[in-house]
DNA sequence: TTTATTTCATGTAACGTTTCACATTTTACG
DNA sequence: CGTAAAATGTGAAACGTTACATGAAATAAA
């Protein structure tokens, strides 16, 4: 007679081995037990096949070694290797993810927050574009690459100090005139502090620049079009460009090509995140790379409160340049 | 006096709209109920912001609305995809995924796959490599390009006809002497296949071709001198070559670089996967490309068992060609 | 051998839901 | 207006754990 109808139980186990239930509970969880029952219950769980229902022991301890992770996707390799590393952490601490794509939607974070903590997750991570996302106060988050209050760790790269870095890889690799690109998310976030780095190192370094910011309802052909204007008999008027991605690095290699521009030769381009070719081969172009794993980490060491100082409002991690071939150098 | 220590329940609920618990359940699950009870019910909910714990629901009714992916990471851009589309299909059913970075490691595999029982997840999709994997039998299982027994149905795009769609592009695009270049898992797998059908292909066409088999444990490096070995007087004997993967075509067209030979001009390569940059521009190269949103719909179709039909043992999704510019079209 | 003390298995209550038999109210009909 | 039938709210039991108070057995002391 077969009885593969539902999952054993604890209640089987004991049972099976002719003790009391508390006795295997002590088993599995490695409680101090008498020898000889230890082995009875040992032998009935191997029998059984018995596993815990990690359900029912969540609904009793209030605590469900869960986490969740908002990311728009993972499509965009910067957001892919978050993902990637974040999980890496998460399950080096036994803890297990959830993943959810929000696609950029406001109204999806919040639906995934209020989701998320239905299942009771012990905390949240979120890379989110929603201005007034709401939290549960007794839900522990932790933002990435923007700040979202007081109360609410953030974790991003220095990405002022990325900036004053490209301007002053351009300054050194010869550049006199350059400029700043930037598309994307008009909100008030930490990649927004890369222009101001810009900014500052080119003013250090004394060479001309200019800022050609599209937020994201703008076309991308407004940048095409933004370039051609600078260019004079054949001739850009750049020789350096700064663009906030490497992703926007890359469509604009794509434009200068077509504009008759030679890259690195006539204009040398910096980029930032540190993607790389199928994820690990080489750097898709010269940039400024985020230490994803440090942030990670730090995402998770901050999430799961290991430390118990005061949370700090917002932690800044150092970036580095890597060559890959849009400069000189 | 606060209480906000512990999320207020559904007695919390009764309690303060005057109702009995049940009530209040019926309310939350949508079941017919008296129009000023209900009314009396919702205050309470929104008063006391309540919210179900979905792990007491979980169980109860022994359903989770969760599924665990395995795959081994998502760095790689093949997998990152799949690792998207499978949740964006997940999460349409409203079921949360748990992602499992497996690292390619048999055991990591196994581990994950005894927590997601634990975990009492409803089903688990995986794109696995350990050939001895051990799934409870009443745990719903759907593999990923690689069949594990005549219960577990197995996902993958058509690779025989994939090979088969290579060999031929590539004679259609003028090449006479072609090879096949393979690494990765030496594992029976579904991606097997594209060498039978690149044979099958060349065959047909009458061109002649050969083929480059290396194994997990083979460095890179032996592909770089089976090239080396076939140029004679600066000139590669091969005018077309069929890549096992995007990533083996990049580093293939890199060494081809370094030996001196132009791509596409004296050598044509086709790739698989259908690899785009930064995940949705353009083609990294001409490619044979996988039908993820398709194969992640039917994963997810499959494991939820959506169509009571028995389940078939293997399903085969159409590839497309695409060009990339590694060929002349 | 008896008593005091420690050791350790036992079984019940509780976690927050859902379900179902039961009780109560409302509606319909004669 | 009374009774039967239909409609609907109630509260206890159960899901599979953990924790704790209880009691039994084993050990140590007298």
Redesign the pocket.
Known sequence: MRRET??P???DVAREA?????????V??GL???ES?RIRVEDAIHKLN????SY??G????KTYTAALLIPNTINPFFASLAYYINIALMKRHYRMILCSTDFDPLLEQEYVTMAQQNKVDGIIGLTYNPTLIVEENTPFVSIDRSMGPHIPCVACDNFAGGQLAAEKLADLGCRNVAFLRNGSSLDNEPNKRKAGFENGCLSRGISYEMKILDDSAPYEEFEQFLSEHIHNGKLSFDGLFCVTDRLTYLISETLRRLNQRVPEDVQLIGFDGIRSFGDIDYRCSTIVQPVPEIAEMCVELLLQENMRTKPPLVCLPVSYAYGGTTLG
Request: charged fraction near 10%; avoid cysteine.
């Open positions: 539902s999952a139980t604890m209640k002719g003790v009391a239930l508390g006795t295997v509970s002590k599995v969880n101090p037990v008498g029952y018995y596993q815990v229902n029912a022991q609904l009793k301890a209030n």
